[in-house]
């Protein structure tokens, strides 16, 4: 993979790719402009999926790579919320269990005057459970890490948890873990009390601790960081610290039957990934931390057929 | 009581009430005019105490209460939020285990052109918890049911369930209940799944099922009311009352030994105690459901000393 080349999209580079690898989520459209050797430019803009509008997918597009496609139907291969029912084009999902992208099974995206294929999300009938850019993660993670067998955590906004053995996605849940931190920490009571950015990581680990052995309780355990702000003096840092190990240890505790015994790799933000570590490891567990962005350029290039079987 | 008159604070009634009852909640003002037989008048503003800079809560107050005042100094008493530290003036808590009011522990607001009383809410040392109205609820209802053993749940924002025994508050709980389904229902990714405002009682029956047996589970079960309309058609009405009934069953099993075996009355809005009525039945519990509007007048007579020893 050559070094990176980040481009602003105004002049036209020397070279054309040969593809170009495109993340859409609902806050970022992420694009990457691929050569025989990997990454010849990378680009992003906050143009997500989440404030456009079904006519304004392709001029987004355009805007952020529009000089590596001067030379005309460049192939564009997307994953991510692009392809929900809000977003560009609806690519159905594929049923688990199944490897978790085919290349042959990607949706193109009709009348478009660009040659975009957007990579199908996966889906589990019972219990019922979705996701759309985490299987172009785990794609890559495989490709990157060939015949792994064990347990995918893709933590974020909705964690997901994968079983994955020979190559397919076996079963997967999502938790409302960062979502619900967010909303907790700026929106509910809680936010009175943590005001500020700051960190208490023994505090954290208090937090994992009573959410793992106590999951149950999580609407009082959450009260009573308030409570104890008021009457027992807990910090601003400690009580966001507290707040994220809550949500944690509950959903770990939940995703119990996934990690225990299991190989577990994590891939997602660094240092979100770098607190599920830590309250793994307090369980005894050493997980193995990728990069996201390797992942995902991987599974996009497993995706669009340009990484053989490897 | 006589029959209440609704007054409209413009022109001075004719009586003069002995005192007037406040019950000053985050969203709220609501007054009552009382007399020697019980409520002459009730009047009722949207200047909760969440609106509201410290100097401009006796102006609110007056612009309310203003014509019952004509003849002077009538005193006030008040409960709710108004006495929290970013209330009008700070009332510390009382310690349980204790009565939930104490006549002579009012705090009386300082430089206040009005005699103003502040009802002190209630503090647990450990596990930390706080109340702050709730109390003076409790209280109205053991006034009402003498020699009441038992629990008090009182279903909100922050529901409370509180241990009583020989007319004291024993132990207490808060569960953020209300709050959650209040940002998951509107501002979390699963506001795309339930709106309108229908109901399924199926649906609600199934979530308290569901998170009173597998509460641990709940940032999953949560997940899958969104899985569940993309994948399998959950109604918007089935997603909503299912969320309602997944966190009151999450917040039944996280209380249990509160009301296991126990006599249980439930205060607070008539739509949510039904619920909680209904959800409790399931578990072969008839919980007993109080007005809260009786139990807020009965408690804040009693706060103000006004109910002798009943």
């Known amino acids: 993979m050559q070094d990176i080349v980040s481009h602003n999209g105004t ?26 050797d990997g990454v010849l430019a990378e680009a992003v803009s906050d143009e997500g999926m989440g404030g456009l509008a079904r006519e304004a997918f392709e001029p987004a597009l355009r805007r952020l790579t529009g000089p590596w496609l001067q030379a005309g139907q460049v192939p564009v291969v997307a994953c991510g919320m692009v392809g929900a029912r809000q977003g560009w084009f ?40 979705v996701m759309r850019g985490e299987e172009t993660q785990i794609a890559g993670a495989l490709a990157l890490h060939p015949g ?20 397919e996605v076996v079963s997967f849940q999502t938790f409302m873990t960062g979502e619900m931190f967010a909303l907790l920490s700026r929106q509910s009571v809680l936010r009175h009390g943590m ?7 023994a505090a954290f680990d208090q937090g994992v601790e009573e959410g793992l052995q106590r999951p149950e309780r999580i609407a009082a355990l959450l009260f009573r960081l308030r409570a104890e702000g008021l ?9 966001r610290a507290r707040l994220s190990g ?13 990690w225990l015994g299991a ?10 990934c770098g607190l599920y570590a830590r309250a793994l490891a307090r369980q005894g567990l050493t997980a193995t931390r990728l990069e996201a962005r390797d992942c995902t350029i991987a599974g996009l290039a497993k995706a669009a057929g340009r990484m053989g079987d490897r």
């Open 231 to 239: 009457v027992a003096g807990l910090t601003a840092d400690a009580a």
């Open 148 to 167: 792994f067998d064990g347990v995918f955590c893709l933590p974020g906004t909705h964690s997901k948890w994968a079983g994955v053995s020979a190559g």
């Open 11 to 36: 002049t036209a580079p020397e070279w054309i790719p040969e593809w170009i690898a495109v993340d859409w989520g609902t806050s970022n459209l992420r694009a990457w402009a691929m050569g025989p």
């Open 263 to 272: 190989r577990v790799m994590l891939i997602g933000e660094a240092g979100l």
């Open 90 to 129: 609806e690519a159905p999902y594929r049923a688990v269990p199944c490897a978790p992208v085919a290349a042959g099974e990607n949706v193109p995206v009709p009348q478009a005057g660009l040659a975009v294929q957007i990579v199908p999300g996966l889906m589990q009938a019972k219990p019922a459970d």
């Open 246 to 258: 809550l949500l944690i240890g509950c959903e770990l505790a939940a995703a119990r039957p996934y």
């Open 195 to 201: 005001a500020g950015s700051g960190w208490d990581d």
